[in-house]
C-alpha cells in the first residue's frame, strides 16, 4: 500500500469558527474566570442528564478529587474500581489515603463485572466506581443493588460517556454522582476540564465550596452585577474551579456533541466492516444489555504479534494509536502499596496484554477508516505463514 503523508492521530478536537467566536466573546467581555458560561454549562448538563445539580471543575480528575473528599474517604477506608480503567481513579483513592480494591472486567467488552463489583464490597468499602469505557455503559443496575444493600454511593466515572445511554437513561441519568472528562480527546472538550452532576443537594453545595478554597460564594456572585465581595470560609477547599474561556467552548461543543457522536458511530461501523473477519484481532464487542455507546474510542486486541511491534508498523505508514489503559494493579507504585501481583485478575491482564485504541475522531474522513483498515490487514498478513 501507498504511504500517506500525513500523520493520522488518534484523535483530533472538533473546534472550528464557532468555538473561536465564542471565546473571543468572552475575552471581549471582560469576564474569562468562572461566571454566566460556566453557569449554562452546568445547566447543559442537568438537562443532559436528569440530574439536579451540575458542578463544573478544572478536570475530571479535580472532580474525583473532590467527591472522594466531600464523602469523607479516608484512611482505613477501601473504594471498589475496576483495574481497567486510567490511573488518575487510583491516585485519588490513594492520595486520599484509602485502598484501592480492584476488580476484573469482561475481556471482551472491557466492561467491569459486577458480580465482582459486588463480592468485592465489604464493611470497610466507601463507594463504588464503575467505569463507562470507550463511551459504551457499565452494567449500572447490579452494581447499584449491592451498593445499596452495603449502603454506599455508586461514583460513575463518565470520562467517556458525554452522550451514553444505558437501559434508556443516558449515564448520569440513574440517580448516581457521574464525573464527567472534557479533555481534548474526550466526545467534547474544553481544553481541560470536567463536570460532576449529583441527585444530592448537600453533596452538590459541599462540591461548590471544597472547588474554590471552600468560599460560600463564587467569583461570579461576589463580582458580578447585584454581587458583594464578602465571603467567609468553614472549610478549607482547593483551586478547581473551570474558567468562562473554557466553558464557553463546551457550550458551543455541547450544541454539536449529537451530531458528533453520530459521526463517530458511523466511524466505528466502518471500521468493523472493514475488519470483519480478519484473523489476528478481535474487535471491540457490544454489551449485552441494552444501550446506547457515544463511541469515544476503538479499541481492538492484537492477538497474533507483538503488540509494540503492531504499533511500530503502524507509526511506519504514518497512523498514531492509543493505549487505554494498562491495568492499574499493574502499575509499580500500586503493586509496591497495595502488594497486588498479576494473576489476579484474568480478563482485565489478558486484555491489558493487547489492547490498542485506534483512530477516531469527527473529522476523520471515510478514507482514514478505509487506509487504517488496509494497514491493519497488510501488517497482520505478513505475520501468517
Given at each position: 500500500m501507498d504511504i500517506?503523508?500525513?500523520?493520522?492521530?488518534?484523535?483530533?478536537?472538533?473546534?472550528?469558527?464557532?468555538?473561536?467566536?465564542?471565546?473571543?466573546?468572552?475575552?471581549r467581555s471582560g469576564w474569562i474566570t468562572s461566571g454566566p458560561k460556566v453557569a449554562e454549562l452546568e445547566e447543559r448538563f442537568r438537562s443532559l442528564t436528569g440530574a439536579p445539580h451540575a458542578v463544573a471543575v478544572a478536570s475530571a480528575t479535580a472532580?474525583?478529587?473532590l467527591v472522594l473528599a466531600a464523602l469523607g474517604v479516608g484512611a482505613g477506608d477501601e473504594v471498589v474500581t475496576p483495574s481497567m480503567t486510567f490511573a488518575s481513579t487510583v491516585n485519588q483513592i490513594a492520595l486520599r489515603g484509602a485502598r484501592p480494591v480492584f476488580v476484573d472486567s469482561d475481556y471482551a467488552t472491557l466492561q467491569v463485572l459486577p458480580g465482582e463489583a459486588a463480592r468485592a464490597i465489604t464493611r470497610r468499602t466507601r463507594a463504588?466506581?464503575?467505569?463507562?469505557?470507550?463511551?459504551?455503559?457499565?452494567?449500572?443496575?447490579?452494581?447499584?443493588?449491592?451498593?445499596?444493600?452495603?449502603?454506599?454511593?455508586?461514583?460513575?466515572?463518565a470520562a467517556h460517556a458525554v452522550g451514553t445511554s444505558y437501559r434508556g437513561k443516558p449515564a448520569g441519568g440513574h440517580g448516581n454522582t457521574a464525573i464527567y472528562s472534557f479533555h481534548p480527546i474526550k466526545n467534547i472538550t474544553t481544553g481541560e476540564g470536567g463536570m460532576v452532576t449529583c441527585f444530592d443537594g448537600e453533596l452538590a453545595k459541599r462540591l461548590r465550596l471544597l472547588r474554590f478554597h471552600g468560599i460560600e460564594r463564587d467569583a461570579w456572585k461576589r463580582y458580578g452585577k447585584g454581587g458583594t465581595?464578602?465571603?467567609?470560609?468553614?472549610?478549607?477547599?482547593?483551586?478547581?474551579?473551570?474558567?468562562?474561556?473554557?466553558?464557553?467552548?463546551?457550550?458551543?461543543?455541547?450544541?454539536k456533541v449529537t451530531r458528533m457522536n453520530a459521526r463517530r458511530a458511523a466511524l466505528a461501523a466502518r471500521y468493523r466492516d472493514g475488519l470483519a473477519g480478519v484473523a489476528g484481532i478481535d474487535l471491540p464487542a457490544s454489551p449485552p444489555y441494552p444501550h446506547e455507546p457515544s463511541w469515544h474510542l476503538f479499541i481492538v486486541k492484537v492477538t497474533s504479534m507483538d503488540r509494540d511491534a503492531f504499533i511500530g508498523r503502524l507509526a511506519d505508514r504514518n497512523i498514531g494509536v492509543g493505549l487505554h489503559f494498562p491495568p492499574c494493579h499493574l502499575l509499580?507504585?500500586?503493586?509496591?502499596?497495595?502488594g497486588t501481583k498479576e494473576g489476579e485478575l484474568p480478563g482485565c491482564e489478558r486484555a491489558g496484554a493487547r489492547i490498542l485504541s485506534l483512530p477516531l475522531f469527527p473529522g476523520m474522513a471515510d478514507g482514514d477508516v478505509d487506509y487504517v483498515c488496509a494497514a491493519v490487514r497488510e501488517i497482520l498478513s505478513e505475520r501468517r505463514p
Open positions: 500517506r503523508k500525513e500523520f493520522l492521530p488518534l484523535s483530533r478536537p472538533e473546534l472550528d469558527d464557532e468555538e473561536i467566536d465564542a471565546v473571543a466573546a468572552c475575552l472532580g474525583m478529587h463504588v466506581i464503575p467505569v463507562h469505557f470507550a463511551g459504551a455503559p457499565a452494567d449500572l443496575d447490579p452494581i447499584r443493588d449491592a451498593a445499596d444493600r452495603a449502603g454506599i454511593p455508586v461514583i460513575e466515572d465581595p464578602q465571603y467567609d470560609i468553614r472549610e478549607p477547599g482547593y483551586k478547581y474551579n473551570l474558567t468562562d474561556l473554557q466553558a464557553a467552548l463546551g457550550v458551543v461543543q455541547m450544541g509499580t507504585y500500586v503493586r509496591q502499596r497495595f
